[in-house]
C-alpha cells in the first residue's frame, strides 16, 4: 500500500487560513444591521439603498468572497460534490486551438529527440514541471518520497548527464511511473499499468500527463474529502461572515430577501383574518393584528419557495445558492401531484380494494411515473402524455380486474376515467389542486416538527407516492434548516424591521 493511502490527511494552509479567518457571532452580525420602523399595517416594498461607488479591486475581492462562499457551502450541502476534468465541447475552438498546440509541442519534443545527438531541451523542461507534480501530491509525513524524487529528478544532474551523453530517458521515465503508481488512488491502478507497456518516449510522456491530470483532480477530490469535517463545523459561521464582509460592500444585498419575508407576514396576517371572519369574530383590531411568530414567518417564507415562479422573480439572495436545489424539489413536487391525482382518480374508479393488491399499485405508479419523467422539459406536451397515462392506466386496470375476478369496467366508465386524468392536465383541476395542497400541509408540518424523527402524518390519499413524498420532504428540511442556522439573524433583523415601531414592544406571539 502506498504512503499517501496510509497516512493520514493533513489540513493544508487554506483551511486552517479558513477556520482562523471564521468569526462572527450573531450578535455582531446583529450590531451591523440598521432597525428601522415601517408599521406592520403597512409592509412597505423593499427600497434600494444609495448606490455606493466600489473600485475595480473591491468589486474582484468581493467577487472572489462570494465565489469561496458559495463552493465551501457546495461541499457543506452537497455530500456528493466532486471535481471533474474540464472537458471542452467537441468541434469548440477552444478545443481545436488546445490540439494544434499540443500536437505542435509534441512533434517538437519527437524531433529533437530524434536528432543525433538528441537534444533533451524539451525533455528535461517536462522533467521538472512532473517532478513538481509530483511533490505536489505529497503530504508534510512524506520526506522519504520526497527526498527520493529531488534525488532522481535532480535538474541540474539530469543537464549534466545530457550534456555529456550519458542521459537514460527511459530510466528516468521508470521511476516517475514508478512514483506514480504509488501516489496515485486505486482507481488509477489500470492507467498506470498501461504506462508500462508503452515503449517509445514521447507517446509514453503525453500517456503520463495525461494520467497527471487525472491524479490532479483526484487530490483534489481527496482535500474536499478531507477538509469537509472541519468546513461543516464551521461552515455557519464562515458563510454567515462571508456574506456579511458581501453585505457591507453591497447594503442592498437583502432587498429580495425583505420582500421575500414581508409577502410571507401578509399572506399569515391575511389569512389569519380570514379565519377570524369565517368564524364570525369579525376583523381583527390592530393589537390583534401582532406579528405572527418569527419563525413561523420563516417557514410559511421556506414553503413559498416550492411554489416560485423562477422565470420571472428574482430569488431571495440568502437562498440564491440554493436556487437550483429547490427548484429541483419544486419540479419533484409538481410531478407528484400529477402522479398522485392520477392514481387517486384510478382507485376510485376501480373496485374497492384494487390499490392494495401486492404489486399492482407499484406497478402502476411506475407506468405513471415513468411517463411523467419528462415532464418539466421544454417540449414535454403534458395533455398528450396523460392521455397515453389514461389509456395505458385502463389496460392495466383491466387486466388486474380480470386477474382477481372482479368485474370489469364498463365502456363508460373507462371514458370516465380517461377523462379525468386529461382533466388533471389543468392546475386548477379539484383532485390536483387536492393532491397538492395535502403535499403542501405535509411539508409544512415536517418543517415545523424540526426534522424528528418521526415523520407526521401522510394526509389521506398520498399513501401511493408517500415514499417519494418523505425522501423530498428530508431533503427540503435539512437544506432549509442548514440555510436557518446561517442566516437567521439576518431574517430576525428584517422581520423586527418590519413589525417593531419604534419605541415600542413587538408581539412575537400568535
Same mark, same amino acid.
Given at each position: &500500500?502506498s504512503?499517501h493511502?496510509?497516512?493520514?490527511?493533513?489540513p !493544508?494552509?487554506?483551511?486552517?487560513?479558513?477556520?482562523?479567518?471564521?468569526?462572527?457571532?450573531?450578535?455582531?452580525v446583529?450590531?451591523?444591521?440598521?432597525?428601522?420602523?415601517?408599521?406592520?399595517?403597512?409592509?412597505?416594498?423593499?427600497? =434600494?439603498?444609495?448606490?455606493?461607488?466600489?473600485s475595480?479591486?473591491?468589486?474582484?475581492?468581493? #467577487? *472572489?468572497?462570494?465565489?469561496? &462562499? /458559495?463552493?465551501?457551502?457546495?461541499?457543506?450541502?452537497n455530500?456528493?460534490?466532486?471535481?471533474?476534468?474540464t472537458?471542452?465541447?467537441?468541434?469548440s475552438?477552444?478545443?481545436k486551438?488546445?490540439e494544434i498546440?499540443? *500536437?505542435?509541442f509534441?512533434?517538437?519534443l519527437?524531433?529533437?529527440?530524434?536528432?543525433?545527438?538528441?537534444? $533533451?531541451?524539451?525533455?528535461?523542461?517536462l522533467?521538472?514541471?512532473?517532478?513538481?507534480?509530483?511533490?505536489s501530491f505529497?503530504?508534510?509525513?512524506?520526506?522519504?518520497?520526497?527526498n527520493?524524487?529531488?534525488?532522481?529528478l535532480?535538474?541540474?544532474?539530469?543537464?549534466?548527464?545530457?550534456?555529456? @551523453? /550519458?542521459?537514460?530517458?527511459?530510466?528516468?521515465?521508470?521511476?516517475?511511473?514508478?512514483?506514480?503508481?504509488t501516489l496515485?488512488?486505486?482507481a488509477?491502478d489500470?492507467?498506470?499499468?498501461?504506462?508500462?507497456?508503452i515503449k517509445?518516449?514521447v +507517446?509514453?510522456?503525453? /500517456?503520463?500527463?495525461?494520467?497527471?491530470?487525472?491524479?490532479?483532480?483526484?487530490?483534489?477530490?481527496?482535500?474536499? !474529502?478531507?477538509?469537509?469535517?472541519?468546513?461543516?463545523?464551521? !461552515?455557519?459561521?464562515?458563510?454567515?461572515? *462571508?456574506?456579511?464582509?458581501f453585505?457591507?460592500?453591497?447594503?442592498?444585498?437583502?432587498?429580495f430577501v425583505?420582500?421575500?419575508?414581508?409577502?410571507?407576514?401578509?399572506?399569515?396576517?391575511?389569512?389569519?383574518?380570514?379565519? =377570524?371572519l369565517?368564524? @364570525?369574530?369579525?376583523?381583527?383590531? +390592530?393589537?390583534?393584528?401582532?406579528?405572527?411568530?418569527? %419563525?413561523t414567518?420563516?417557514?410559511?417564507?421556506y414553503?413559498?419557495?416550492?411554489?416560485?415562479d423562477?422565470?420571472?422573480?428574482?430569488? +431571495?439572495?440568502?437562498?440564491?445558492?440554493?436556487?437550483?436545489?429547490?427548484?429541483e424539489?419544486?419540479q419533484?413536487?409538481?410531478?407528484?401531484s400529477? #402522479?398522485?391525482?392520477?392514481?387517486?382518480v384510478?382507485? =376510485?374508479?376501480?373496485?374497492?380494494?384494487?390499490?392494495?393488491?401486492?404489486?399492482?399499485a407499484?406497478?402502476?405508479?411506475?407506468?405513471?411515473?415513468v411517463?411523467?419523467?419528462?415532464m418539466h422539459?421544454?417540449?414535454?406536451n403534458?395533455?398528450?402524455?396523460?392521455a397515453?397515462?389514461?389509456?395505458k392506466v385502463?389496460?392495466?386496470?383491466?387486466?388486474? %380486474?380480470?386477474?382477481?375476478g372482479?368485474?370489469?369496467l !364498463?365502456?363508460?366508465?373507462e371514458?370516465?376515467?380517461k377523462?379525468?386524468?386529461?382533466?388533471?392536465a389543468?392546475?386548477?383541476? +379539484?383532485?390536483?389542486?387536492?393532491?397538492?395542497?395535502?403535499?403542501q400541509?405535509?411539508?409544512?408540518? $415536517?418543517?415545523?416538527s424540526?426534522?424528528?424523527?418521526?415523520?407526521?402524518?401522510v394526509?389521506?390519499? %398520498?399513501?401511493?407516492?408517500q415514499?417519494?413524498?418523505?425522501?423530498?420532504a428530508?431533503?427540503?428540511?435539512r437544506l432549509?434548516? $442548514?440555510?436557518?442556522m446561517v442566516?437567521?439573524p439576518y431574517?430576525?433583523?428584517?422581520?423586527t424591521?418590519?413589525?417593531?415601531?419604534?419605541?415600542?414592544?413587538?408581539?412575537?406571539? %400568535?
Amino acid at each position: &500500500m502506498s504512503e499517501h493511502r496510509e497516512d493520514k490527511p493533513h489540513p !493544508s494552509d487554506s483551511e486552517r487560513t479558513l477556520e482562523d479567518g471564521v468569526d462572527g457571532t450573531d450578535e455582531s452580525v446583529r450590531k451591523r444591521i440598521r432597525q428601522s420602523t415601517p408599521s406592520p399595517q403597512r409592509l412597505p416594498r423593499p427600497q =434600494s439603498s444609495p448606490p455606493r461607488f466600489v473600485s475595480v479591486d473591491e468589486l474582484m475581492e468581493t #467577487v *472572489k468572497g462570494v465565489t469561496n &462562499m /458559495a463552493l465551501a457551502h457546495e461541499i457543506v450541502v452537497n455530500g456528493d460534490f466532486q471535481i471533474k476534468p474540464t472537458e471542452l465541447p467537441e468541434d469548440s475552438l477552444q478545443k481545436k486551438v488546445r490540439e494544434i498546440v499540443h *500536437k505542435a509541442f509534441w512533434d517538437c519534443l519527437s524531433v529533437q529527440l530524434s536528432e543525433d545527438p538528441p537534444t $533533451y531541451d524539451h525533455a528535461i523542461k517536462l522533467v521538472g514541471e512532473i517532478r513538481e507534480t509530483l511533490l505536489s501530491f505529497l503530504l508534510p509525513g512524506h520526506s522519504r518520497l520526497r527526498n527520493q524524487i529531488r534525488e532522481v529528478l535532480d535538474l541540474d544532474l539530469i543537464k549534466q548527464e545530457a550534456e555529456n @551523453g /550519458a542521459l537514460d530517458i527511459s530510466r528516468l521515465a521508470e521511476f516517475i511511473i514508478g512514483m506514480m503508481g504509488t501516489l496515485c488512488a486505486p482507481a488509477r491502478d489500470e492507467e498506470i499499468k498501461k504506462l508500462k507497456d508503452i515503449k517509445e518516449i514521447v +507517446p509514453l510522456f503525453r /500517456a503520463m500527463f495525461s494520467v497527471l491530470d487525472l491524479m490532479k483532480v483526484d487530490m483534489a477530490n481527496f482535500a474536499v !474529502s478531507s477538509i469537509r469535517p472541519h468546513l461543516m463545523h464551521q !461552515s455557519v459561521e464562515y458563510e454567515r461572515k *462571508k456574506f456579511q464582509e458581501f453585505f457591507e460592500k453591497q447594503p442592498n444585498a437583502l432587498d429580495f430577501v425583505t420582500q421575500w419575508l414581508e409577502e410571507a407576514s401578509e399572506d399569515l396576517i391575511n389569512q389569519r383574518n380570514k379565519n =377570524s371572519l369565517t368564524a @364570525g369574530e369579525g376583523a381583527l383590531g +390592530p393589537e390583534e393584528m401582532a406579528a405572527p411568530c418569527f %419563525l413561523t414567518i420563516q417557514n410559511h417564507a421556506y414553503m413559498k419557495l416550492l411554489k416560485w415562479d423562477h422565470l420571472h422573480r428574482p430569488f +431571495p439572495e440568502t437562498v440564491l445558492m440554493d436556487q437550483p436545489r429547490f427548484q429541483e424539489m419544486q419540479q419533484e413536487l409538481e410531478r407528484l401531484s400529477v #402522479v398522485g391525482a392520477t392514481l387517486l382518480v384510478t382507485y =376510485s374508479a376501480s373496485a374497492p380494494g384494487v390499490s392494495s393488491l401486492a404489486g399492482f399499485a407499484e406497478k402502476l405508479k411506475m407506468v405513471v411515473q415513468v411517463l411523467l419523467t419528462d415532464m418539466h422539459l421544454p417540449a414535454f406536451n403534458l395533455n398528450e402524455a396523460l392521455a397515453t397515462i389514461g389509456e395505458k392506466v385502463c389496460v392495466e386496470v383491466a387486466g388486474c %380486474l380480470a386477474q382477481c375476478g372482479f368485474t370489469p369496467l !364498463s365502456v363508460d366508465k373507462e371514458i370516465a376515467l380517461k377523462g379525468q386524468i386529461q382533466a388533471i392536465a389543468s392546475p386548477d383541476d +379539484p383532485i390536483r389542486k387536492l393532491v397538492d395542497a395535502r403535499i403542501q400541509a405535509f411539508l409544512e408540518a $415536517y418543517l415545523a416538527s424540526g426534522l424528528q424523527r418521526s415523520l407526521p402524518a401522510v394526509p389521506g390519499g %398520498l399513501g401511493p407516492i408517500q415514499k417519494e413524498l418523505e425522501e423530498v420532504a428530508v431533503k427540503f428540511v435539512r437544506l432549509v434548516n $442548514y440555510n436557518r442556522m446561517v442566516f437567521s439573524p439576518y431574517y430576525d433583523a428584517v422581520l423586527t424591521k418590519i413589525f417593531k415601531p419604534e419605541g415600542s414592544r413587538v408581539s412575537i406571539g %400568535l
